[in-house]
């Protein structure tokens, strides 16, 4: 997952459809060195949930998979539509880079999942760009 030729990719094949369809977000749990170990979809976050809500329940189950001793982290927002970022898409990514900030877990990237297509979102600090 820390290959930027293969993320997409990756993510493409691990986050179905089903889940893009109805929206939500997935956690693509990851081992130190960037390989994925497991992936999760969190059925309590969906296209609808205020970014705040989202932030807690992201705090919540990475703090959860740090605990299980999980070194890295790729966050998925799911959701129908276009591929282009909306403001809340960047509201979630802001949400992920902040919950995963008060754990010791590394974010190792943020993707928008929609039906045939995934977008790399940046995660660098007050980016604000797709």
């Known amino acids: 997952m820390t290959d930027p030729d293969l993320f997409e990719g990756v993510v493409d094949l691990v986050v179905p459809d089903t889940v893009r369809a109805v929206g939500g977000l997935a956690l693509l749990l990851c081992h130190a060195d960037g390989r994925l170990m497991q992936a999760l979809t ?8 205020p970014p705040v809500e989202a932030e807690s329940h992201l705090t919540d189950a990475l703090a959860d998979a740090a605990g ?22 960047l509201a979630l990514r802001r949400a992920s880079v902040s919950a995963s900030g008060g754990t010791p877990i590394r974010l190792l990237g943020v ?3 929609v039906p045939g297509g995934v977008t790399t979102l940046a995660t660098t600090p007050g980016s604000e760009a797709a």
Not at 42 to 49: D, G, K, L
Not at 71 to 82: D, K, L, M, N, Q
């Open 68 to 89: 299980s001793g999980v070194p890295a982290v790729v966050v998925v927002i799911a959701r129908p539509g276009s591929g282009s970022a909306t403001d809340h898409d």
């Open 42 to 49: 969190m059925e309590s976050v969906n296209a609808a949930t």
């Open 111 to 113: 993707a928008l999942a």
